[in-house]
Structure formats: C-alpha cells, structure tokens
C-alpha cells in the first residue's frame, strides 16, 4: 500500500509524512490515512516516505512513566487530554493506553529510516508498529527488544545490528530533522505531490479530497 509501481495509468500519489511516534494525533491521521489508501488503490499508486520529528528532543532515554510525564507537562490539563484521547482511539476501534513509560523518540526515528532502504511498503508497515505497541500495548518507545520485535513483525532485516550502534543511521536523521522539521510547528503534517500540506489527525475523507486535487 505504501509503495506500488505506476500501473494502469494509475497517477502516483507521493506522500510525505512528518510524525513523531510518540505523537497520538500522529497514529490517528495514519489509521485514517491507510482508510484512505485503501478506498483509493484502484484510482492511484501510492508512495508515502516517513519522516521524524522530535516533540520534545530533552526527553529521557532511559523512560518515565508516562503519566507522571503528562501532569508534570501539561498540569491539570493532562487527565482530560487522555479522556478526550481515549475517546478519539474508540473512534478508530482501538484502546488508548496510558500505561507504561515514555521517552525520547530517537531510537524510532533511526529505525524507520533504516527501514525504508529496505522498501517503503516495510518502512509503513513498521511505523504501524510502533505506534501500535506504544499506544495501545503499553511499549516503551526506547526498548531495544521492542523495536527489534516490531522490525520483525514488518520484514526487516538487520534491525538489532543497526540498533546496536548508536551512530549509525544519527547523521541522517539530523539531516532529516533539519529538512522536514524545521519549517512545521507539530505534527502530524503531511505534503501531498511536494506541495499540497495537511497538518493534524485528519479524517479519511479530507485525505480523498486532497488525493483529488493533488492528481489534477
């Protein structure tokens, strides 16, 4: 879904996606996004390419429990964000979890653009996975065994090698940060064809408009 060759005259539709995968809203605007896809596979050929953003670049990497994160940041806010949060997930027909631990994003970020070398289709399929584990499974975002495992679960290859050494893959993620997010103030933020944005959690249906305008 994520990469398929141009066929049957089919127009491509590139996608880039700029997501932190600690973002919620970010996990909402890709279940809708794949809605999207998927009501529009026989119109166009899709290629999306995934790229990091750091929400918050101080946060710990050995991980703190993400509630306690979430009332030290956002105060008496924190408790009706994840009520309001919890009622988006149902919307989507999944669990929102607040269990478990937080931290910094940086690990994800190295492995999902390792994964798209390996094949864009791979690289979506891992970030579903991710955000999959953290949100509704209660995964710690930097667990080595976590991201190895959701590498596993997309087919790719070499993950717990790469993850291994903390240098590899950083130079490219910086230079992605520096591209991609340097420009945008949150995410999720999409650009559609190199010109057409979104920003936010958008319905299915405001991505089928913009796949219109987008092939015209």
Avoid at 9 to 36: E, H, R
Avoid at 106 to 115: D, G, T, V
């Amino acid at each position: 879904m994520a990469q398929s060759t141009n066929t049957a005259g089919k127009k491509l539709i590139k996608i880039d996606v700029t997501s932190d995968s600690v973002c919620p809203w970010c996990y909402v605007g890709k279940t809708n996004l794949d809605k999207a896809l998927a009501l529009s596979k026989d119109q166009y050929d899709f290629e999306i390419n995934w790229h990091p953003f750091l929400l918050n670049p101080s946060a710990p990497k050995e991980g703190v429990n993400k509630i306690d994160y979430y009332r030290n940041k956002f105060g008496s806010r924190a408790d009706q964000m994840s009520v309001r949060m919890s009622q988006v997930f149902k919307e989507i027909g999944m669990e929102y979890s607040m269990s478990g631990l937080t931290g910094c994003s940086l690990e994800s970020h190295r492995l999902i653009l390792f994964a798209g070398k390996q094949g864009l289709d791979k690289q979506h399929n891992l970030v579903e996975e991710i955000f999959k584990g953290y949100f509704t499974q209660a995964k710690f975002i930097g667990d080595r065994n976590f991201l190895v495992e959701s590498a596993r679960k997309a087919g790719i290859e070499g993950a717990a090698e790469f993850l291994d050494d903390p240098k590899m893959g950083l130079e490219e993620v910086n230079e992605e940060l520096e591209k991609h997010s340097a420009n945008i103030s949150g995410v999720p933020h999409y650009v559609i064809n190199g010109k057409h944005q979104l920003s936010g959690g958008q319905p299915a249906e405001v991505f089928l408009r913009a796949f219109q305008v987008a092939a015209n």
